[in-house]
C-alpha cells in the first residue's frame, strides 16, 4: 500500500518538476509562436509578461526587443521606438545592443523621425559600430539622408554601399544616381512673385495658375486705377486697393507653396531610384 | 485489499483535480496581478487585449468573469471611452465585490456621455447601508440635479450631505457653490444684443461679452458703409456703384444683427457647458479618492 502511494507521490512530483523546468527553458516559445501566427498584440503582451516576471536582466532585454518587432509588423513604429527606449542599455551584451540600435533607427526612419535616425545612427557609430560598412546600417543611412537633404553625404554612402557589394553600375547610370535632384528655389519663386504676379507659379512648371493669378491681380490694379481717376477714393481703397492686395501676396505665398510641392515630388522621385537600385540589389536580411 | 487500494487511487485523483483548480486560482491572481502593473505603467492597450483573451477562456469561474469586466470598464473609464466603460460596468454581476463601486462608476459613466436620465435610473438602483457610500450616493445624486437644472431636487438630496466627511468635504462645497451661481445666473436677452446691433454695428457682441469680435465686426460694415455713402454722393442712387455696394451694406448690416443674435445664445451654451463641466469634475474627484 505504502508502495503504491509513494509510487504516485513520485510521479506527481516529478511530473511538475519537469513540467516547470520545460517552462523556463522554453520562456519565448509561447509569444513567439503567437508571433509567427500573425497574433501580435498578444504576441505583445505575453513578451511584456515575459518582461514583468523575469529576473534575468537579458532576457528582459530580448523581451522588449521582441514586443517591439510585434509593434513593427503591426505598423506601430512610434510606440515599437518607445518599447526600445524602455531597454536597459547599461547592461545589455552586444548582440542585444546592436540589434536594439539597428532596430530603434529603423522603427524611427519608418515613423519618418529622419533627424532622430540620423543622430542613432551616428551615435551607433562613436560606440564602435562600423555604420559606413554594415550593409543593413549603411542602407538606412543612405534612405535617411536622403530624406534630409544631404545629397553630398548620401553620395558618399551610396558610393561605399556599392563598392562593398559589388555592384556593377555602368557610369552613366552612376551619373544620374548621383546627380542632385534640381530643386526649385522656394523663396526665389515667392519673390519674383511679388515683382511679377504669377510669374512663381509659372516658375514652378504651372502656366495655368499663373496666368490666373496674373489677370486677377491685374484686373483689381486696374479697378483701382479708375476708381481713384474717377474721385472713388474710398472705394478705390477699399475695394480695389485691398483686394488687390490680397491677390499679390496671397498669390506669392501660393507660388512658394507651390515650389515646395514640385521639390518634394523632385526628391521622391530621386529617393525612388536609389531605393530601386538598394532593392534591385538587395542582400539585406 | 484491492478496495483499498482503489479507494487511495480515488483519492490521488481527488487530490490532483483540487490541486489543478488551486494553481488555476493562483494562476488567475497573477494575471491579475501582472494586468496592474500593465495598467500602472500606463500599457493600457496592452492590458485590454490580455483581459479581453483572459475572458475567453472557458474554465473562468462568474466571479472572475466580473473582476474582468471590472477592470475592462475601468480602462475604459480612463482612457475616456465612456459608452464602452459603461458596458463593460453593466455587466458586473449584482452579486459581485465589484458590484457597488461599478453601479457609481457606471452612474458617472452615463454622467459624462450627457445621458442624465440613464445616469439617475442606475444610481437609484443603488441600494446601501453603509453611512460614506449613502452620503456618496447623495452626492452624486445632488450634482445630478444641478446638472438637469433642477435646484428643488438638489435641495432635497443635500439635506443628506453632512459637510463633516473629510473623503466629500470640498466637494460637497463647490457643489453648494455651484447651486448658489446656478440660482443668481442672469441669462443675457439675444433681443437686447440685436437691438444694440441695429444701433451700432458690433455693439451687441460686445454686450454679449465678446468685444474683440464687436470690434472686428464694425469694420466690413464700415467700410461697405463709406462706400455706399461716396457712390450715393457721388453716382447717385439709380448708379451700379450704388446698387452694389448698397446691398452688399445691407446684407453686412443684417448679417451683423442676426450675429449678434447668434452670440449671446451661444456665451450662454457656453456658460452653462463650463458649470457643467466643473460639476462632472467634482463628482468625479471622490470616487476616485474612494474607490481607486
Redesign the interface.
Known sequence: ?RL??RF?LIW?FLCNVFFVKAQRIDVFSYPDSLFNSGNF??A??EY??IY??SDDIDTKNDALLKKSFCYKQDNQYEVAAKTLKRIDFNNINDSTYYKSCYEYALNTFLNEDYKETILQLNEMHTKQIDTFNNNNLLVLRILTLNELRKWDEANTSLINYIKTNNIKVDSFAFKKLSKKPGLKNEKLAKNISYFFPGSGQIYSGHWGRGLSSLILSGAFATYTYVSFIN?????GV??GFSTFRMFWTGGANYAEYLAKQKNKDRITKHNKKIKDLIYKTNTIQ | MTLKRLCVFCFLIVISYVLKSQTFVSNFHKDIGFTDYLIKNSLTDDALVFLKTMKEQNSITLSQNDTIHYYIANIYYKTGQFDSASYYYEKVSFNSAYSLKSSFFLGNSFLKMDSLSLAEKSLLKINTTDTLMNELLHFQLSGLALLQRNLTTYNTYSKNLTYKNYHLLNEEKILLDYSNKIKNLKKKSPFVAGTLSALIPGLGKVYAGKPRQGITSIIPVAILGLQTFEAYNKAGVKSARFIIFGSLFSVFYIGNIWGSVLSVNIVNQEINNEINRQILFNLDIPLQRIFR
Do not use: N, Q, T
Open positions: 500500500m503504491i502511494v504516485y506527481i498584440k498578444l505583445a503582451v511584456e509578461r514583468f516576471i474721385g472713388f477714393y474710398y472705394a477699399f475695394s
